[in-house]
């Protein structure tokens, strides 16, 4: 059935439920370009102020997979498990995790994305390594898969064109944090990728878009029913963003982080995610038999990280890059670190230049920001707190005013460990 633009922008506004015809009517309309942008901006505001139903944002969901591709990979030897972070600083877990899960028999999928703000992207780190590539055709992807186990790709321009037009509007519209429009964007997308199951790992914090952990509860409790209708075996961690993870932000930083992990070591709580988020992806995919801790111990998962890296073209042997300039950030008294805002880091690191503020802006492969301690550590008055990183020295002091009150340092008393992980949902 034919609507037009204002009927359903002006139902929404009223507070009203949009029917099956209006939602895929408008979604297919705005693909085609016959809704202008200013009037899907309309709808995204008021979507974003008067929400939607589950079954609203079934169908908003379906409508975006609708106005594209669906991979298959079925054909695989292997069963699959993808893995979805909503985004964090330092969340560097998908580069240690797809080789990992690879290399316990599952195959992994994993489309990914570039920055965009204060919080990194995948292909922006992975790009750091000298010759990798991100761009893969689906025949090649398929072809890696089976080879491999593990793909860490773009993902192709045929995968929800809808979600691709939606969300470079709602970026620029102040749309982006509405839980209908983030889980039918982050779903629509893992649904057309084709993956048997998947875990979703919603960051709860200052540095993440969810601040409460009611409204993480909520997101992934929508994802996790839009996936399993969607016949997906999904489940869907709530995990802290409140400080980063590990102990760099950055793109090449991060890299040599994961491969630190790869190698058996690598920061406790970079461990503990991977090997948390490993052990649902392998339950999702029925070969929770294997438990990835050995397979980090006896290098496998390091072998398999080395053949992903050499299949795009990679030199996984290869010098990383770093920054021209450094500037070393010093504890002002001795103590214990009780804070440390992800927020403030994943800010200070974006202006080092790790991340870009325009789609189209580069990013610098050896910016980022390295800290030197983690919550509850002891530090001495003088000792290298953090170090910032940039090929241009004159980024320097706006990171600084970026990490000023970003951290604390006190007796220890105020200071209360959290957990990670702070819920399960699915
Ligand atoms: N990531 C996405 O892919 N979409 C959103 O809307 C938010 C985060």
């Known amino acids: 059935m034919a609507h037009d633009a204002v009927e359903v922008i002006g139902a929404k506004r009223d507070r009203g439920e949009l029917s099956d015809s209006q939602i895929d009517w408008v979604v297919a309309a705005y693909t085609r370009g016959d809704v202008a942008d200013e009037q899907m901006s309309a709808l995204a505001m008021a979507i974003l102020l008067n929400g939607m139903t589950r079954r609203e944002i079934g169908r908003w969901t379906a409508a975006m997979i609708a106005s594209g591709e669906r ?9 699959t498990a993808d893995k979805h972070s ?21 195959a ?46 773009a993902a192709g321009d045929g995968l929800a064109p809808a ?43 200052t540095g993440a878009f969810m601040r409460t952990v009611e409204d993480a509860r909520e997101l ?26 590990g102990l760099t932000a950055g793109n090449a930083v991060e890299v040599a982080e994961s491969v630190e992990v790869l190698a058996g070591g690598g920061p406790a709580d970079v461990v503990e995610l991977t090997l948390a988020l490993a052990r649902e992806m392998l339950a999702g995919a029925g070969r ?11 290098g496998s998962a390091m072998d398999a990280w080395r053949a992903m890296i050499s299949a795009q073209g990679g030199d996984p042997a290869a010098e990383l890059p770093t920054a021209r300039e450094s500037h070393v950030v010093s504890a002002p008294t001795s103590g214990v670190l009780t804070r440390l805002d992800a927020m403030a880091v994943g800010l200070a690191a974006w202006r080092l230049g790790a991340g870009r503020a325009r789609k189209e802006d580069p990013v610098q492969a050896g910016a980022g920001v390295v800290w030197h301690a983690r919550p509850g550590d002891d530090v001495r008055e003088g000792q290298p707190l953090f170090t910032l990183l940039s090929d241009d020295s004159e980024r320097f002091d706006r990171a600084l005013e970026a990490l000023d009150g970003g951290y604390d340092v006190g007796d220890g008393t105020s200071y209360t460990p959290t957990d990670l992980v702070i819920d399960r949902i699915g």
């Open 220 to 245: 992934a409790a929508t994802m996790v029913a839009l996936g399993t209708d969607a016949g997906v075996r999904t489940v869907a961690l709530l995990t802290d963003m409140s400080t980063p993870l």
């Open 86 to 106: 909503t985004g964090g600083v330092g969340d560097k877990i998908t580069l240690p995790l797809a080789p990992l899960v690879a290399a316990c028999g599952v």
């Open 108 to 153: 992994v999928p994993q489309l990914s994305g570039r920055g965009l703000g204060h919080t990194g992207g995948t292909l922006d780190k992975l790009e750091s390594v000298p010759g990798w590539r991100a761009a893969l055709s689906n025949d090649e992807m398929l072809a890696q898969l089976e080879s491999v186990g593990a793909v860490i790709c």
């Open 71 to 79: 991979m298959d990979f079925s054909s695989l030897s292997r069963p």
């Open 288 to 298: 929770d038999d294997v438990d990835p801790a050995d397979r980090l111990a006896d």
């Open 163 to 205: 979600d691709k037009k939606l969300y470079a509007l709602r970026d620029v519209t102040g749309t982006v944090p509405a839980i209908p429009l983030i889980a039918s964007s982050i779903m629509s997308k893992k649904i057309a990728e084709g993956t048997g199951s998947l875990v979703l790992d919603v960051k709860v914090g």
